[in-house]
């Protein structure tokens, strides 16, 4: 750009300045079935299921479980368990793992209950995109289904998810409210003249007595945000000048878990159990399961009545609930006391991958 160029401004009164980011209200057409989108801003509404959508449980209903045998672990499952963990630790010595001398293996009836409920949950949004000649499916198509009769692919049961889907029949053209459809706004950073003050000599021409030589004596400098044009093209609708407005429907598919385990072992820590898997003795799925009844250990016939109800009311009310499964497992747990150079000691063998838990060990060497 030449001397000449760089002092002309290009200010044009009619390039409107840039608009807000999201529609006004009153901006978009209303929608049926979607009239709660009075703005037209992305904030996910919440659309809770109808009632037919809401599964009803019956009265008086419960859940038998089998009868079970408490797994037992060997003293050689129990050695080995302890050799691999030692063999983890560089600074314990194999030694007394393979010396120790066995005096009890107490096992534990450990049990594990979960209930999984898979739930469905739908909000909508309204969502934009640039028009650029593409086929607009709006309201001369027909109505637009109720945000729970939209079809949406399923993702297998108990697997969490999440699909976007554009409602049918929702879609329309407006201009863009950020450029009122000129695809372009005033610059704002040289408020659309293409020039701005020379910071160096802060307008004036001069530094230190002399002509400035960063703006050559003009005082201003071409716009570097907008290379002296004065505007920038919208980046909302990338300067197509038109929006295609749509809701779009999200979505969500949700395992939520509840775990219960009672403490039967206060020296044991619960957490340990989290990190291995057990023996699946019962398991009861289907779209609502109910209330396991006359199960010895009644800490677990108490924590699947008050988690299924506590699941009914609590996901019942803003998703709907697809299905259901309830398990027991028997987590194996053995506590093994063993000598050791005349001293007692004890550790933990867990979980069908026969881990070990303990928190004191003959040696601390890192000689093996």
């Not at 030694?95 to 898979?118: D, G, M, Q, S």
């Amino acid at each position: 750009m030449d001397d000449k160029d760089e002092d002309t401004d290009t200010f044009d009164p009619n390039l409107p300045e840039e608009g807000p980011s999201a529609p006004p209200p009153g901006w978009l057409d209303s929608v049926t079935g979607y009239e709660e989108h009075t703005g037209g801003d992305c904030t996910d509404q919440i659309c809770p299921p109808p009632p037919d959508f809401v599964p009803k449980p019956e009265d008086d209903k419960n859940a038998s479980v089998p009868n079970v045998m408490v797994p037992t672990v060997s003293e050689d499952v129990a050695r080995d368990a302890l050799l691999q963990f030692v063999g983890k630790k560089w600074t314990y010595s194999s030694k007394p793992a393979k010396n120790l001398i066995f005096n009890e293996l107490k096992p534990f009836t450990v049990y594990r209950y979960r209930l999984e409920t898979f739930t469905e949950s739908r909000s909508s949004a309204w969502e934009s995109e640039p028009h650029t000649g593409q086929c607009v499916d709006g309201p001369q198509n027909g109505v637009s289904p109720p945000p729970w009769h939209v079809q949406v692919s399923y993702p297998p049961k108990f697997t969490d998810a999440v699909q976007k889907v554009r409602v049918p029949h929702s879609s329309f053209i407006k201009p863009c409210h950020r450029c009122h459809g000129n695809g372009k706004v005033r610059c704002t950073h040289c408020r659309g003249r293409g020039l701005t003050r020379c910071m160096f000599c802060h307008g004036s021409g001069h530094s230190r007595n002399r002509r400035c030589t960063t703006c050559h004596g003009r005082g201003r400098k071409r716009c570097v945000s907008c290379h002296g044009k004065g505007y920038k093209g919208c980046i909302t609708c990338n300067s197509f000048r038109n929006l295609v407005h749509f809701i779009q429907l999200t979505v969500t598919w949700k395992n939520q878990v509840f775990v219960f385990i009672p403490n039967r072992v206060p020296e044991f820590p619960l957490k340990k159990f989290e990190k291995v898997s057990g023996e699946a003795f019962f398991v009861d799925e289907n779209l609502l399961v109910y209330p396991i009844e006359g199960f010895p250990d009644r800490e677990i016939c108490d924590a699947s009545k008050g988690a299924i109800q506590n699941h009914l009311l609590k996901y019942s009310a803003v998703s709907r609930i697809l299905q259901q499964r309830q398990t027991i497992e028997l987590v194996p747990l053995t506590h093994v006391y063993y000598s050791y150079s005349g001293k007692d000691y004890d550790y933990f063998v867990f979980g069908r991958e026969n881990k070990v838990h303990t928190t004191k060990y003959p040696s601390s060497c890192s000689i093996l």
